[in-house]
T-cell receptor, first 114, second 114 residues
Framework: KAGVTQTPRYLIKTRGQQVTLSCSPI?????VSWYQQTPGQGLQFLFE???????NKGNFPGRFSGRQFSNSRSEMNVSTLELGDSALYLC?????????????FGSGTRLTVV | AQTVTQSQPEMSVQEAETVTLSCTYD???????LFWYKQPPSRQMILVIR??????QNATENRFSVNFQKAAKSFSLKISDSQLGDTAMYFC???????????FGTGTRLKVLA
């Protein structure tokens, strides 16, 4: 059974650019969540999607957006990149029983903004 | 505000010994779930153990067990017979029903020494 797949694994972007990250959940998982991980802030919740609907959103500026497709794959987009957006972005999917039973995480996308 | 505190940024333990990682949390909700995740250098977060707040019995998974003290809002992780492969960052987290997001602690870096 394939795990959660995140692409790309590494990304280097310039300030002001935009970036799109992709996440394919485990087959059958309809919920996808995104987290930003930085050394200073730890893991911060970005948003959660279920059946193409955003059910919750963290405290991030509007430059951070996401979406989910009918096949449950999800993308997150960051526009007008800032140096502070450099982080590991983790995607997680949860089973039909819900996130109460635990996430399966991807290996993350390491974004560096220069 | 809902928070998780891991007061030990770094710990080390000799191989085959036992180590306990501390975690305290704060929530006014009564229905929630607690987790310990492990993040090795490969970056992928792995679920170690899960505890349902309404269950008094402490969860156990092989060498990993928790000491859940609901009144004190404490959720420590005990690793018995530590192995070199246990070297990783360990994150404590919880989710309350209906929020669809985890609250993570800042992590404890555990190093198992040969």
């Amino acid at each position: 059974k394939a795990g959660v797949t995140q692409t790309p694994r590494y990304l280097i972007k310039t300030r002001g650019q935009q970036v799109t990250l992709s996440c394919s959940p485990i087959s059958g998982h309809r919920s996808v969540s995104w987290y930003q991980q930085t050394p200073g802030q730890g893991l911060q919740f970005l948003f959660e999607y279920f059946s193409e609907t955003q059910r919750n959103k963290g405290n991030f500026p509007g430059r951070f957006s996401g979406r989910q497709f009918s096949n449950s794959r999800s993308e997150m987009n960051v526009s007008t990149l800032e140096l502070g957006d450099s982080a590991l972005y983790l995607c997680a999917s949860s089973p039909p029983t819900g996130a109460n039973y635990g996430y399966t995480f991807g290996s993350g996308t390491r974004l560096t903004v220069v | 505000a809902q928070t998780v505190t891991q007061s030990q940024p770094e710990m080390s333990v000799q191989e085959a010994e036992t180590v306990t990682l501390s975690c305290t949390y704060d929530t006014s909700e009564s229905n929630y779930y607690l987790f310990w995740y492990k993040q090795p250098p490969s970056r992928q977060m792995i679920l170690v153990i899960r505890q349902e707040a309404y269950k008094q019995q402490n969860a156990t998974e092989n060498r990993f067990s928790v000491n859940f003290q609901k009144a004190a809002k404490s959720f420590s992780l005990k690793i018995s017979d530590s192995q070199l492969g246990d070297t990783a960052m360990y994150f404590c987290a919880f989710i309350t029903s209906g929020t669809y997001k985890y609250i993570f602690g800042t992590g404890t870096r555990l190093k198992v020494l040969a």
